[in-house]
């Protein structure tokens, strides 16, 4: 004897079926397919432009070439004369005076006591030195010296400052031997600031000291290198830096020049993970360089239950050779989307030799059949009360 339907149960599988359809086209997703990934590069709604490429080993190649080159880096000015040894305002000097006979700055000699008859018996002349007070140069770059008045110091080398006292004292005293040193150098130094363990005022030598150089002498970076911008200001010019990039025999290691000012930015590098991973997260990179295979194992990989490891995609706003900078900036580069799949055995050999890049997003796409799964899902959700329903009826 067959158990007769429920009249109620048509009625409910019709209301079923119909919310069932109404709800396919907005079924919960972590993003999109790779189909639909593929199909936006063509679409009006590609405002950006970007393009999808496919990873290889002539591209992975390729991009580590360019990742290594050292950008182009401009900077100089001002000033074409960067000699570190004229002085300026600010400095403070130390200026000797030695004399011999009658002197101006020191004691008086015996020469006018010697006579015929005790010549090389009596006292010889006597050579006296006289060390004058610290002196600042002044505002407006001069120095005082007695019996010769203001000296210009400012944009003279201590060598040539001698002269010019040595000449101002010529004929008021005999023979006169002028030193000048600098005691506390303001005008040739550079400030350092920011993320160094001892920042401040340093100043610069006749060796030449350049970016790195200077950051040494400031106790180093507070942080890891690659984590670390330099910011370098130079009169009214600016240059940005990644310290990491930055090698002892690589151009951008520039000179420094008097009154530059070095900062250092703390700029942690991430990358971000979206899709059908084990984990949607910001990630460090935490070591000085990180591959692809390593990003995605951080997070656990492709989710078993609803990736597609055919369709892995890399978001990366990438620079362009003929465009790059010292500071990538996303106004002058291009969004680029790299696709690798993971079903290949030597895509694992590519994973390992794609180099991942501040701020990079991977995005593991959906599985076709995972909107199916979830259809499966909401099956099962509506028609089992209907199905308890009708036992219990029964």
Not at 197 to 212: H, M, Q, Y
Not at 328 to 350: C, E, G
Request: charge should be neutral; charged fraction near 20%; glycine fraction near 8%.
């Amino acid at each position: 004897m067959t158990t007769p339907i429920h009249p109620f149960l048509p009625r409910a599988l019709a209301l079923a079926c119909a919310a069932l359809l109404a709800a396919c086209g907005n079924l919960p997703s972590s993003g999109p397919t790779a189909r639909e990934v593929m199909e936006a590069q063509d679409s009006t709604a590609n405002t950006l432009g970007f393009r999808i490429v496919d990873l290889d080993a002539p591209l992975v190649t390729q991009l580590g070439a360019a990742a290594g080159t050292s950008a182009a880096v401009a900077l100089p000015e001002p000033g074409a004369d960067t000699s570190v040894e004229r002085i300026g305002a600010g400095d403070t000097l130390n200026v000797s005076v030695f004399e011999v006979g009658t002197t101006l700055f020191g004691p008086s000699s015996s020469l006018g006591t010697l006579s015929a008859g005790n010549l090389g018996t009596g006292p010889l002349p006597t050579a006296a030195s006289q060390a004058m007070p610290t002196v600042t140069v002044a505002s407006d770059g001069t120095i005082p010296v007695p019996y010769v008045g203001r000296v210009r110091a400012a944009g003279r080398t201590p060598r040539e400052l001698e002269e010019v006292i040595r000449a101002g004292l010529r004929g008021k005293s005999q023979d006169p031997q002028v030193i000048v040193s600098v005691r506390e150098n303001l005008a040739n130094s550079v400030l350092v600031m920011g993320e160094v363990r001892k920042p401040g005022r340093l100043p610069l030598s006749t060796t030449g000291e350049r970016v790195l150089d200077m950051v040494a002498l400031a106790g180093g970076a507070a942080y890891p290198l690659p984590d670390v911008l330099a910011r370098l200001t130079r009169g009214r010019r600016t240059l940005v830096l990644p310290l990491g990039d930055i090698a002892p025999d690589s151009d951008a290691n520039l000179l420094l020049q008097p009154q530059d000012r070095l900062l250092l930015e703390h700029r942690p590098r991430t990358y971000s993970v979206f899709g059908a991973a084990g984990k949607v997260s910001q990630v460090p990179f935490d070591t000085a360089e990180l591959n692809l295979a390593e990003a995605v194992a951080k997070v656990g990989g492709p989710g078993d239950l609803q990736a597609d490891p055919s369709a892995v995609f890399i978001f990366r706003y990438q620079q362009e050779a003929q465009e790059a900078q010292a500071a990538p900036s996303t106004d002058a580069a291009r969004p680029v989307i790299y696709r690798l799949d993971l079903m290949k055995p030597a895509s694992y050999f590519l994973a390992q030799r794609f180099a991942m890049r501040d701020k990079d997003v991977v995005f593991i796409a959906n599985a076709e059949s995972n909107s199916i799964t979830k259809f499966v899902s909401i099956l099962n959700l509506l028609f089992s009360p209907v199905y308890t329903g009708h036992q219990f009826l029964r």
